[in-house]
């Protein structure tokens, strides 16, 4: 499986960003899929996940009622829609698949820059 993760960039704080993550080589629709981040310093973190056809989704703590993820298996692509913006949410993003549903994210996009401004 390869991912591509897209969308990054720079905001200002109370701004939002649409990440996107193509996937190729497997069926799409088989996959769980993940995003997660990590900030300078820090260690990576879970952000988010959806099942295989969408119809569940986990947010972490930190960003819930912000963030959105959401997944169009007939482009083989899973989003983030990031709104209202903080500086903590500055991170590199990167999105990940689960093939078994077990948790383990065993393919991992190359990740994509998000840096929130105050």
């Known amino acids: 499986v390869q991912l591509q993760a897209s969308g990054g960039g720079l905001v200002q704080a109370g701004g939002s960003l649409r990440l996107s993550c193509a996937a190729s080589?497997?069926?799409?629709?088989?996959?769980?899929m993940g995003w997660f981040r990590q900030a300078p310093g820090k260690e990576r973190e879970f952000v988010a996940n959806?099942?295989?056809?969408?119809?569940?989704?986990n947010y972490a703590d930190s960003i819930k009622d912000r963030f959105t993820i959401s997944r169009d298996n007939s482009k083989n692509t899973v989003y983030l829609q990031m709104d209202n913006l903080k500086p903590e949410d500055t991170a590199v993003y990167f999105c990940?698949?689960?093939?078994?549903?077990?948790?383990?994210?065993?393919?991992w996009g190359q990740g994509t820059h998000v840096t929130v401004s105050s």
């Open positions: 990940a698949a689960d093939p078994k549903g077990d948790g383990e994210y065993d393919y």
């Open positions: 080589g497997r069926t799409f629709s088989s996959l769980f």
């Open positions: 959806i099942r295989r056809t969408g119809g569940y989704t």
